[in-house]
């Protein structure tokens, strides 16, 4: 039988503990998640639950080190209950976690991203390639769906909501969506209606799929030690990105309100 591989949390580990498992798996998982608001069925903290959730599968497969959760993001949905760091000010954050961990000897840092906007994830992608020139840590930041089919990227739709029925059911309210046909801006909901479609089985098929992918992408960059993958991942992922700041722009706060104002118009005179 093959043996298990050995991983820790971070908060819970004494330095020799930390030491022994970076020197035998030097691979330290970081699970991104937000504050924002995804309408009236689901908890604020969706984003992070998801993460933590891929994660903590993850690192049972392939070892190494679990830091907690991290909660803010640039550029969440545009509401009174979403709460977000500037742009700036995350990608600051990131530069000087990644040269941390490059410094104290960690080889790969896998950035578990819950949220998946276009700017968030761009700021996200350019400090993992600067990591990885200036300090040669081979650092992966992906929202793990996204490894699956990008398709399954909604917010506060099916997948999202089938997710949470399989993580935390008892935090899910459908019923709090009502009956009448969905509002972008009461419901949250970007993609397919999740009454009476998302469910806990097809939530949990969701996350062993992302933790699948996952777990082989990290098992590859350990027995390589080659960020070829990784350049190829970040030039699709902005590819995806490019035609958002195309469209509205590079400034986060700006962008990402045009952006929601131009979905509710379309999405209003579809309805």
């Given amino acids: 039988m ?5 991983w820790g949390r971070y908060v819970e580990l004494r330095p020799t503990d930390l030491a022994a498992i970076r020197s035998e798996v030097p691979a330290v998982y ?8 995804h309408g009236p069925h689901l908890p604020l903290g969706m984003d992070g639950i998801i993460a933590e959730a891929v994660a903590d599968r993850v690192i049972r497969r392939t070892g190494g080190v679990l830091m907690p959760t991290t909660w ?3 550029g969440a949905l545009p509401h009174p209950d979403s709460l977000s760091a500037a742009g700036a000010s995350l990608s600051t954050l990131l530069n000087n976690i990644f040269a941390q961990l490059a410094s104290a000897g960690w ?8 949220h998946s906007g276009h700017i968030h994830e761009l ?13 040669g840590l081979l650092a992966m930041v992906v929202p793990p769906l996204a490894l699956v ?7 506060a739709g099916i997948w999202e909501t089938s997710l949470a029925l399989s993580l935390c059911p008892d935090l899910v309210h459908l019923d709090a969506l009502g009956s009448e046909p969905l509002q972008i801006k009461t419901s949250a909901v970007i993609g397919r209606d999740p009454r009476n479609t998302a469910s806990a089985s097809l939530g949990l098929s969701a996350l062993n799929l992302a933790a699948d992918r996952l777990s ?3 098992i590859q960059l350990l027995a390589s030690d080659d960020p070829a993958p990784l350049h190829a991942l970040y030039s699709q992922r902005r590819s995806r990105c490019q035609s958002f700041v195309e469209r509205f722009g590079p400034d986060l706060n700006q962008a990402t309100l045009a952006w929601w104002e131009n979905l509710t118009q379309e999405k209003q005179a579809d309805g």
């Fill in 123 to 135: 700021i996200m992608i350019t400090a993992a390639e600067r990591a990885i020139t200036r300090h």
């Fill in 2 to 6: 093959s043996k298990t591989p050995t």
């Fill in 72 to 74: 803010w993001p640039a």
């Fill in 30 to 37: 970081l699970p991104w998640g937000a504050l924002e608001w």
């Fill in 216 to 218: 082989s992408a990290v």
């Fill in 149 to 155: 089919d990008e398709s399954m990227l909604d917010h």
């Fill in 107 to 114: 080889r790969v840092a896998v950035l578990v991203s819950g």
